[in-house]
């Protein structure tokens, strides 16, 4: 799948009940999600992507929000969560005197992330809104894991005199957008631009640290 270091492969690998045709239906379903959204893709489509007959994908999965549920969820169950924490938790746990230079290594890992994940960046993020299972999960899994240890840090930059005296909960949610929002333009959005990284994080930074610095 366009030669990126395959989080489906790595599931596969781990999963023997998964018959051949369950894999290829869930490759043609991943491919389809995540360019056509998972309410503009058909059945019919996902069948003919993957070479089987639309009744092989119904003797397998009732419907299509079966089939796309049984794809998430093992994904951030088994392998996108623990990824996730892991790749995370290198950035989390080094110890930066400046919190500059915590988002810079913050805001690099993730871009390093999602180039090697792009379809399933692209369904969890064009999905999570309207699926509340997917919701959950991703609530479940990975967000509350970080959050504590977000959580933290960010008081330890309160105290060292580095960020303006809010709750964590309002800097994370402006960090989070913040770095999001780029990361969602530039592989979603807008892909077709020659994005500078370098300059795009720099300038991320300084707008993040401009609202979150303390005034004299």
């Known amino acids: 799948m366009n030669g990126q270091e395959n989080l489906i492969e790595e599931i596969f690998e781990n999963d023997d009940e998964l018959t051949e045709k ?22 019919s489509e996902i069948a003919k992507k993957a070479g089987v007959a639309e009744g092989t994908i119904f003797r ?28 995370l938790s290198k950035v989390i746990h080094q110890e930066y005197n400046q919190f500059e230079d915590f988002l810079r290594a913050l805001i690099e890992n993730r871009i390093r992330f999602i180039g090697k994940n792009m379809l399933l960046f692209r369904i969890l993020i064009q999905e999570i809104p309207f699926q509340p299972e997917l919701k959950e999960l991703f609530k479940e ?34 960090i989070a957008s913040t770095i999001f929002g780029y990361l969602i333009a530039r592989n979603l959005l807008f892909p077709e631009i020659d994005w500078d990284d370098a300059v795009e994080t720099e300038q991320t930074i300084q707008f993040i640290m401009h609202g979150l610095s303390p005034r004299d």
């Open 60 to 87: 397998h999965y009732k419907t299509k929000k079966d089939l796309l549920i049984s794809i998430v969820e093992p994904m951030i169950k088994k392998f996108i969560a623990p990824f996730v924490i892991k790749d």
């Open 141 to 174: 899994h990975i967000a509350s894991k970080v959050y504590l240890r977000f959580t933290e840090m960010i008081e330890t930059y309160k105290t060292k005199g580095q960020l303006i005296d809010l709750p964590p909960a309002s800097i994370i949610r402006v």
């Open 22 to 43: 369950q894999k290829q239906i869930i490759i043609a379903a991943i491919e389809s999600f995540a360019e056509k959204g998972f309410a503009s893709t058909s059945t």
